[in-house]
C-alpha cells in the first residue's frame, strides 16, 4: 500500500488541524539506500543512486538534513499537489510480489510559524522484504538489504525504549537518526497488513505491537553515539 492509499484520512486530519492556525510548512524527502533525496526540489528528477544527495549533520539532540527545500501550504489542494509530486518521484520498482515495490522510506515534515522548531513526520515505512519470495536481484537486492536493515535498526530502537534502557541506538541507520527527536513525543503507527501473506502479517503485528508498548516520556538528554 502507499502512503495515499492507507494513510490518507491521518494525513488530511493533521495537515486540517495544522491549516487552521494559519499556513504551514511542508517537507518531503525520501531515504534511498540510506541516502536522503529531496522530492520536491529542482533536482527530485534525478535518478536514485546518483552522485546528487543531501547531507545530514547532527546538531545538539538533533540530526539535522541540509538544503532540504521548504513549501507554504495555504490549504488542502495545495498539500495534495505536493505530495502528489513527492510520490511520482519516489523509487518505486516491481517484484514477484509488488508491481509496485516502495524502494525508500518516504517522509512528510509539517511545521508552522507557531512552533518554528517543532515538527511532525508522517512516515511511509517501505515494507519488509524475503529476497527468496520477491526474487530481486542487483539494485533491487541492495534496496531490500537496506530497506530490512532500517526497520530492523527503527524496531531495536523501539524495543530499548519500551525497556526504558538508557543507551538507544540511534545512529544505526538514517532512519532512525532523523526520528531521534520525534521519539520524545507522541508516536502513532497504522500497519497495514497484506491477507495474502500470512508471514508478513504477522511480522508486522509483532512490529505494531513493540511500537504500542512504548511509553513516551519526558526526556531531556539521548545518548545516540
Do not use: W
Not at 495537515?15 to 541516502?35: M, S, T, V
Not at 538544503?67 to 499537489?81: G, P, T, V
Not at 529476497?131 to 523501539?158: D, H, M, P, Q, R
Request: aromatic content about 6%.
Amino acid at each position: 500500500y502507499t502512503i495515499v492509499e492507507s494513510s490518507e484520512a491521518v494525513i488530511k486530519h493533521v495537515i486540517n488541524g495544522e491549516l487552521r492556525a494559519g499556513p504551514i510548512r511542508i517537507e518531503i524527502f525520501e531515504i534511498y539506500n540510506e541516502q536522503i533525496y529531496d522530492l520536491l526540489s529542482d533536482d527530485s528528477g534525478i535518478a536514485p543512486g546518483a552522485p546528487f544527495t543531501l547531507k545530514i549533520h547532527q546538531r545538539n539532540e538533533e540530526f539535522i538534513i541540509d538544503d532540504l527545500s521548504i513549501h507554504l501550504c495555504h490549504n488542502q489542494d495545495e498539500f495534495s499537489k505536493l505530495l502528489d509530486r513527492a510520490i511520482r518521484a519516489r523509487a518505486v520498482a516491481e517484484t514477484k510480489l509488488n508491481h509496485a515495490s516502495s524502494r525508500s522510506h518516504l517522509d512528510i515534515r509539517i511545521s508552522n510559524d507557531r512552533k518554528p522548531n517543532r515538527y511532525v513526520n508522517v512516515i511511509d515505512l517501505a515494507g519488509s522484504e524475503r529476497v527468496k519470495k520477491s526474487g530481486v536481484t542487483g539494485t533491487g537486492l541492495t534496496e531490500a538489504i537496506n530497506i530490512n536493515k532500517s526497520l530492523s535498526c527503527l524496531s531495536l530502537v523501539l524495543y530499548k525504549l519500551e525497556k526504558k534502557q538508557a543507551h538507544i541506538p540511534f545512529r544505526d541507520s538514517t532512519l532512525t537518526k532523523i526520528l531521534m527527536n520525534s521519539m520524545k513525543s507522541q508516536i502513532f503507527v497504522i500497519a497495514c497488513i497484506n491477507c495474502d501473506n500470512f508471514e508478513e502479517t504477522i511480522k508486522t503485528l509483532d512490529f505494531a505491537d513493540v511500537a504500542r508498548c512504548v511509553e513516551i516520556r519526558e526526556i531531556t538528554s539521548f545518548e545516540p553515539q
